[in-house]
């Protein structure tokens, strides 16, 4: 079977079937991020958002949209939004019009030629600049990766196009980047909440998207 990862086509056995792959074009409910949350998320949503915006230099308006979405398309998906904040932060810095010479474009850095099928529920290729289609995109295309080799870090190496590293580098920096993020939500959670509460709270966002590791 031929999977086309971020950088070509990938022969490999033992992939998902089509029936496991999840549908583009069941529509994520969108929501507006300044009036439709309960407080604690939206706690969570600001300290993360003050972390991007501080870390990467970007507007904290632009990072609590960008939050909001990761956590929007990722409880779509059942993929941990703070995993898609970890691999925007590593793959664009959360440029929206980042290019890389490789042609990889957008927050998520999607190739659009190797992924044109999942661009073109949304217009087609020029899609791939809109920062709620790419990280629609890009959640969808590491999910398949995941269901498709049972294994995290494999599936973060095949999305990266860096198969051949077996120093696992890109796995290593996204999943650093995202214990930086769970480190801010924990944070924000002990100063809202007396410590029996922030200890539950923490253990649910953990368990709440399962992801295999080993």
Do not use: C, W
């Amino acid at each position: 079977m031929i999977v086309n990862t971020q950088h070509g086509p990938l022969f490999g056995g033992g992939l998902h079937s089509a029936s496991d792959t999840l549908s583009l074009a069941e529509p994520v409910i969108q929501q507006d991020p300044q009036t439709a949350l309960a407080p604690g998320e939206e706690s969570r949503y600001r300290a993360l958002s003050e972390f991007v915006a501080n870390r990467y230099r970007v507007s904290q308006d632009v990072a609590f949209d960008l939050v909001s979405q990761a956590h929007q398309v990722g409880g779509h998906l059942k993929l941990d939004p703070l995993l898609i904040i970890a691999v925007i932060a590593i793959e664009s810095r959360f440029n929206p019009i980042a290019e890389s010479v490789a042609g990889a474009k957008g927050l998520m850095q999607i190739i659009p030629k190797y992924h044109s099928d999942k661009l073109e529920a949304f217009g087609g290729e020029r899609a791939v600049f809109d920062p709620s289609t790419n990280i629609r995109v890009g959640a969808q295309i590491l999910k398949e990766y995941i269901r498709a080799t049972g294994n995290l870090g494999i599936a973060l190496q095949m999305y990266a196009g860096a198969l051949g590293d077996n120093e696992d580098q890109y796995t290593n920096k996204v999943l650093n980047e995202k214990q930086r993020l769970q480190h801010v939500v924990t944070q924000s959670l002990r100063r809202a909440a007396p410590p029996a509460a922030v200890r539950t709270a923490s253990a649910r966002t953990t368990n709440a998207f399962p992801l295999p590791l080993d």
